[in-house]
C-alpha cells in the first residue's frame, strides 16, 4: 500500500535564521528526567523480560510516573537528608503467565538506573508501583495475527535537523555538565542540573542551574570561588564565544547556607522540587519552543506499538536521514500521524518540511519521500534501537 507523504518547503523561517531563539536541556538529575529515566527503565526490562518469556513484548505502558519530592537539611560540610524521595511508577501491563513477576521486574530495573545515574542519595530513594492490567482491547493489538504491529494510539510524532548552533551548545554544556572528567575535577557539582539557552542575534547566553553538593563546600567563600571557576570551565566547552550564568538565584550577600544552591544529595528532589513523565526532554534530547514539539511522555510507552514513542523517534530519524543523504536539503522538519488499529507504518500522514538554498522540485521531493518511505518500511528496527538504547528519548 502506497504511504500518504507530503513534502513541501519550510512554511516559517528556520529557526537558526531568527533573530531570536531559545532552547532548554534538563540534565540526568533533574527531577523530571529522573521519572522519564526509571520508567523508561522499566518499559525496558518488562520488554525483555517479555521477550524471553513469551518470544514477544506484551502490552504494557509505564509512562504515568510522579516524583515527589524529600526532605533535607543542607550544611557546610554535610547535611542530613529528613525524608525520602518518592518515585511512583504508574501504568498498565500484561500479567501473563510464567516466572515474570511484574511488580520486581519494574522496581529492579529503578534501582539498576538510578544507580546507574545517581552518585549520592541513593539510599534516599523510595520506589512504589500503581501497575495494573490493560483494558482489552489494546492488549488484543498484540495477539492479532497483523503482519505489521498496529497502532494503539492516534497520536504524532515530530523531529528535526540538524540542530543550530544554541541547541548544539546547550548539548554540549550538558554532556561536560555529566563528564567523568567534570565530575572529576568537581566533586561538589551534583548530578541535578538544568540548562537554558537563548541567542538573540549571534550572542549566546547560557543559564545554568546545578545542585552543590554540602559536603565538598566549606563555607560561603568556597561556594562562590567554585562558582567562578566552574564558570570557566564551562566557557573552554563552547565552539563559539557565549555568557555563561550559573545559579543566578544565589544571594551575593549570603553569610551561610540559605540563599545557595546547597543540596546534600546532589538533587533538588530532594526538597526542592517534584517530578513527572513527559516534562522534561523531548525525544531530540532538548525542550525547543521554537520548532515544532509533541507533548507526549515518550519514556516508559511500550516500543512496539505506542506511536507516540515510535513516531518522535522515528521523525528524528528521518530527519536526520534528509540532511546527511541529500545536499540539496540544509534543514528538515518532519511531522508524522497514526490511527488507533491501523499498521505503524502506514500513518495517515507523513508531513516533511525541508529547507533547501534550491527550488523545492518535484524530483527533490520524489528523493525526499523515497528516505521517508524506507525509513517506514523498516519501523520495526525502531523497537531493536530502542531495546538496545541507542537512541534518545528524553
Same mark, same amino acid.
Given at each position: ?26 540534565? /540526568? ?7 522519564? @529515566? $526509571?520508567?523508561? &527503565?522499566?518499559?525496558?526490562? +518488562?520488554? *525483555? %523480560?517479555? #521477550? ?95 503482519? /505489521? ?7 504524532? @510524532? $515530530?523531529?528535526? &535537523?540538524?540542530?543550530?548552533? +544554541?541547541? *548544539? %551548545?546547550? #548539548? ?113 534530547? +532538548? ?108
Amino acid at each position: 500500500m502506497a504511504r500518504s507523504i507530503v513534502v513541501q518547503p519550510f512554511s516559517c523561517i528556520p529557526v537558526a535564521q531568527r533573530e531570536t531563539e531559545i532552547c532548554e536541556h534538563k540534565g /540526568i538529575g533533574h527531577p523530571d528526567s529522573m521519572t522519564d @529515566g $526509571v520508567c523508561e &527503565a522499566a518499559s525496558r526490562e +518488562l520488554s *525483555l %523480560a517479555y #521477550l524471553g518469556e513469551h518470544g514477544r513484548v506484551l502490552h504494557h505502558n509505564l509512562d504515568k510516573g510522579l516524583l515527589v519530592a524529600g526532605e533535607s537539611a543542607p550544611r557546610f560540610g554535610g547535611g542530613t537528608l529528613l525524608a525520602p524521595i518518592r518515585l511512583i511508577v504508574c501504568g498498565r501491563a500484561t500479567r501473563a503467565g510464567g516466572g515474570i513477576d511484574v511488580r520486581q521486574v519494574v522496581l529492579d530495573a529503578a534501582h539498576r538506573y538510578l544507580a546507574r545515574s545517581i552518585r549520592y542519595g541513593l539510599d534516599n530513594f523510595r520506589i512504589e508501583t500503581e501497575i495494573r492490567e490493560g483494558s482489552a482491547n489494546l492488549q488484543q493489538l498484540f495477539s492479532r495475527k497483523a503482519a /505489521i504491529p498496529l497502532a494503539n494510539d492516534t497520536s504524532f @510524532g $515530530v523531529g528535526f &535537523a540538524p540542530y543550530s548552533r +544554541l541547541e *548544539l %551548545a546547550v #548539548l554540549a554544556i550538558s554532556r561536560a555538565l555529566k563528564s567523568p572528567e567534570f565530575k572529576g575535577k568537581f566533586p561538589c557539582a551534583g548530578d541535578d542540573f538544568k540548562v537554558m539557552g537563548h541567542r538573540v542575534k549571534g550572542e549566546m547566553t547560557f543559564t545554568v542551574a546545578l545542585a552543590f553538593v554540602d559536603r565538598f563546600v566549606p563555607d560561603v567563600a568556597r561556594y562562590f570561588a567554585l562558582k567562578e571557576e566552574i564558570v570557566g570551565y564551562l566557557g573552554r566547552v563552547l565552539d563559539a564565544p557565549g555568557v555563561i550564568r550559573l545559579n543566578t538565584l544565589d544571594d551575593p550577600a549570603a553569610r551561610n547556607e540559605d540563599g545557595l544552591y546547597l543540596t546534600v544529595s546532589g538533587l533538588s528532589a530532594e526538597m526542592g522540587d517534584d517530578g513527572q513523565v513527559g516534562r522534561g526532554n523531548r525525544a531530540s534530547g +532538548l525542550i525547543t519552543p521554537g520548532r515544532a514539539m509533541s507533548l507526549e511522555a515518550v519514556a516508559g510507552k511500550n516500543p512496539v506499538s505506542h506511536v507516540g514513542k515510535l513516531y518522535n523517534v522515528l521523525a528524528n530519524l528521518i530527519a536526520r536521514d534528509l540532511c546527511e543523504q541529500l545536499e540539496e536539503v540544509d534543514g528538515a522538519g518532519v511531522e508524522l500521524l497514526s490511527a488507533i488499529g491501523e499498521p505503524i507504518d502506514q500513518p495517515q500522514i507523513a508531513a516533511v518540511e525541508i529547507d533547501s538554498r534550491q527550488a523545492v522540485s518535484a524530483v527533490l521531493k520524489e528523493k525526499v519521500a523515497a528516505i521517508a518511505d524506507r525509513r517506514l518500511q523498516d519501523i520495526e528496527q525502531v523497537t531493536a534501537l530502542i531495546l538496545e538504547e541507542k537512541v534518545t528519548l528524553f
